[in-house]
């Protein structure tokens, strides 16, 4: 079975500091990695994913990831932090090894990141 | 523009009424899902479909039924017998590579009166 765990429900950090959300999975097989943003009362926005090849992905709004496979783990981070980062974001993983239904996404609780001015 | 639309943003249950809740997807994708969202319980799969007219269960099935009689439309239907109705429930759609990031619609939030 695959899974996904947020280890902090809530991050702050100062406007213009790097930020860092953390992620750690587990699956069977060579994981699908994704990370999202929500902003209140919204669906949730792709922001980035991983695949296979190079440890550090690029993705939207100045975000990338670092993919760590012996630490499981899946970290997102910015150089500089805004204040309209301030949201909830969530870490996803996909095994496509569990068979019947392996397009399934699991999805950690969500870090609330918030952005003090 | 393509994307996925849920409908209405808000909806208010009362006691043993049957709801429904819509989901329209113009990506052309295979694959649609339906997630319930509840405060620091990240999301939890309630149905999917990967193919017109079939769908699984997921986690979270009871009190919930679905159907998918075309493509670009997954309705999700919140019954009497879902005793806690009331989260943010989300829709969403891929395209059924393993590669594929899901697209989310903006969410209806279910009430009871």
């Known amino acids: 079975a695959q899974s996904v765990a947020q280890p902090e429900d809530q991050v702050n950090v100062a406007e213009g500091n790097p930020l860092t959300v953390k992620c750690t999975y587990s699956?069977?097989?060579?994981?699908?990695l994704f990370w999202y943003v929500q902003y209140p009362n919204r669906g949730l926005q792709f922001l980035l994913k991983?695949?296979?090849?190079?440890?550090l992905v690029k993705g939207s709004y100045g975000f990338e990831a670092e993919f760590n496979k012996s630490q499981t783990s899946f970290h997102l981070k910015k150089p500089s932090a805004l204040v309209s980062d301030s949201a909830l974001y969530f870490c996803?993983?996909?095994?496509?090894?569990?068979?019947?239904?392996?397009?399934?996404?699991?999805f950690g609780k969500g870090t609330k990141l918030s952005v003090i001015p | 523009d393509g994307g996925i639309t849920q409908s209405p943003k808000y909806l208010f249950r009362k006691e043993g009424q049957n709801v429904t809740l819509s989901c329209e997807q113009n990506?052309?994708?295979?694959?649609m899902y339906w997630y319930r969202q509840d405060p620091g319980q990240g999301l939890r799969l309630i149905y999917y479909?990967?193919?017109?007219?079939?769908?699984q269960k997921g986690d979270i099935a009871e009190g919930y039924s679905v159907s998918r009689e075309k493509k670009e439309s997954f309705p999700l239907t919140v019954t009497s017998a879902q005793k806690n109705p009331t989260a943010f429930y989300l829709c969403?759609?891929?395209?059924?590579?393993?590669?594929?990031?899901?697209?989310f619609g903006d969410g209806t939030r279910l009430s009871i009166l």
């Open positions: 996803a993983v996909r095994d496509p090894y569990s068979g019947a239904g392996s397009y399934q996404l699991t």
């Open positions: 699956v069977s097989g060579n994981p699908y």
């Open positions: 991983y695949i296979t090849g190079d440890n």
């Open positions: 990506l052309n994708h295979d694959a």
């Open positions: 479909s990967q193919i017109v007219n079939d769908f």
């Open positions: 969403a759609s891929d395209g059924l590579g393993e590669n594929q990031p899901q697209h």
